[in-house]
């Protein structure tokens, strides 16, 4: 009887798993509800089967990591007298940390999760392509179901990269059909959203993957899906604002401090050269402190009162990258901190990915190198949806690969 209740949790928390992927582009607030109950499934879970704390010495430094850049951030978070709510994103740190033991015991179906991507990328496609025909005169970005839409454009991003690691496995010709659509599908979503910052993160995931072993694997797959991803991006709205970027490149003036008020570049650039250059003053007078979590706004609102009044860049209480916003706002031992968890992460799959060749290595490492790219030139941390569905989808990955470790 109790095997057969260990049972029903364990695959009704895999179930859970997919719901989540697929619910961040639905229209609903299922996503949290499914995270609660994942990490109340998971408390209960360690307890009642006194699952013991890991002393594996590869798992404890990933695990400690997550709490390093979190003490760090609530350290400087008391020290500028910052309220809670400033630290409502960062703390998914902590509360993620639970499903590691989960999942560290419970085994995810590779071929359910091919399914789960493919599902989702319907519904991302589908949906952003309804969003964009039925949107209002003047709005050219979709956001899906997200607050902004290059929180949109990086998930789909995601989930492109994760069905294209996932053709590169060994599968059957109708799974490679379903999950080249499921690409076509999720480039659409991302095209739609005209999040350019998509693409540093898309780069350095495909530098990786050409050196991983599964493109000797896959060569035809790999050239195929790189011809795919030229012609549609070509073909989409993607083209016009990338189009728009490159002329922001080669007409901007050599000298950065004068970008903004540049009539002929486009608001993006203005706002994200406007908002860096501000930060790097911030980091030369506040270098180990930073000014703290909301000063950063007030800052932006009153140089913008300034010098820059017409641009509307006052309401901005990020710095559109996030290695650069947790430096402004907490200094540089809690930058160093959000680099620690990143290196010590790729330096400890990558070595368990060349031991033991786990799928699910392959997912942790794509989508810590995917979110350095996004976290470029967007502050993931200040959007708790994008938080949440890098965090949970990293931990749930990672545990597998100590799952499969020690069977």
């Known amino acids: 009887m109790e095997n057969r209740k260990n049972y ?65 951030i609530l350290l400087f978070a008391v020290y500028h007298n910052s309220s809670i709510q400033e630290l409502d994103t960062y703390s998914r740190f902590i509360l993620i940390l639970p499903l590691f033991y989960l999942f560290s015991q419970v085994k995810i179906n590779q071929k359910h999760f091919y399914i789960t991507i493919i599902i989702t ?15 209002d005169v003047g709005i050219e970005r979709i956001a899906g179901f997200t607050s902004v839409s290059i929180s949109f454009g990086n998930m789909s991003m995601t989930i492109f990269l994760l069905a294209l690691i996932s053709l590169m496995q060994k599968n059957t010709n109708r799974m490679k059909i ?93 706002e994200r050269v406007f908002l860096l250059l501000n930060a790097k003053e911030i980091i030369d007078d506040n270098f180990f402190t930073g000014i703290g979590f909301s000063n950063f706004k007030e800052h932006i609102a009153k140089k913008t009162e300034l010098v820059n009044r017409q641009y509307g860049m006052a309401q901005h209480d990020h ?41 699910f290595s392959l997912v942790a490492i794509v989508l810590l190198l995917s979110q350095i790219g996004f976290m470029m030139t967007q502050s993931q941390f200040a959007h708790h949806q994008p938080t949440l569905f890098f965090l949970l989808l990293l931990i749930v990955a990672t545990s597998q690969v100590f799952l499969k470790s020690r069977t």
């Open 178 to 270: 379903l999950l080249i659509i499921s690409m076509i599908l999720s480039l659409l979503a991302w095209s739609l959203s005209l999040s350019k910052g998509s693409l540093i993160g898309l780069a350095i995931s495909v530098v990786y993957l050409i050196f991983s072993k599964e493109l000797t694997l896959s060569k035809k797959s790999f050239i195929t899906v790189l011809i795919l991803f030229v012609s549609f991006v070509y073909l989409s709205p993607a083209k016009q604002s990338l189009d728009r970027l490159y002329y922001d490149i080669a007409n901007s003036s050599a000298h950065l401090s004068k970008i903004y008020k540049d009539k002929d570049i486009s608001f993006s650039t203005k």
């Open 121 to 135: 990328s319907l519904i991302a496609g589908v949906t952003s392509l309804y969003l964009y025909i039925d949107r």
């Open 319 to 359: 710095a559109h990258n996030d290695f650069i916003d947790v430096w402004v706002k907490a200094g540089a031992f809690t930058v160093l901190a959000l680099i620690y968890f990143f290196f010590i992460h790729l330096r400890v799959l990558t070595k368990y990915r060349r031991e033991k060749g786990d799928f």
């Open 8 to 72: 029903f949790i364990e695959k009704f928390s895999c179930l859970l798993f997919y719901a989540f992927i697929i619910s961040n582009f639905l229209p609903s607030n299922l996503r949290n509800i499914v995270a609660i109950l994942l990490l109340v499934i998971s408390i209960v879970y360690v307890f009642k089967e006194k699952i013991k704390f890991t002393t594996d010495s590869d798992a404890l430094k990933l695990l400690k990591s997550y709490v390093y850049f979190f003490l760090i």
